[in-house]
Nanobody, 119 residues
Framework: QEQLLESGGGLVQAGGSLRLSCSAS????????MGWFRQPPGKQREFVAA????????TYADSVKGRFTISRDNFKATVYLQMNTLSAEDTAVYYC????????????WGQGTQVTVSS
């Protein structure tokens, strides 16, 4: 069973920045679109950003465009989410996920990392 390991969450003041990291096995990582999702308190999990396995295509939720950047390091088998200009509305548990090429849904998920933005 693939394990995705996230890190980088924490407490930050509004307007600040955080960078989340998520590592996977190279076998899975090299052929997967990697995504970030989040679940705010009392709400459903929502899409944040994704980057294709070829590293040529990124997508973002409207709420984070211009503030968050997703990137990947294929050698390290790690995907990053750089989050800038954070606000209280970004407070959530953030999850990393992998969607293996050729499949429609995200196959593997991390355990989640808490991001709390104080206003």
């Amino acid at each position: 069973q693939e394990q995705l390991l996230e890190s980088g969450g924490g407490l930050v003041q509004a307007g600040g920045s955080l960078r989340l990291s998520c590592s996977a096995s190279r076998r899975t990582f090299s052929s997967s679109t990697m995504g970030w999702f989040r679940q705010p308190p009392g709400k459903q999990r929502e899409f944040v950003a994704a980057i294709s396995w070829s590293n040529s295509d990124t997508t973002y939720a409207d709420s984070v465009k211009g503030r968050f950047t997703i990137s990947r390091d294929n050698f390290k088998a790690t995907v990053y989410l750089q989050m800038n200009t954070l606000s209280a509305e970004d407070t959530a548990v953030y999850y990393c996920a992998a969607k293996v090429r050729g499949t429609a849904l995200y196959n593997y998920w991390g355990q989640g990392t808490q991001v709390t933005v104080s206003s």
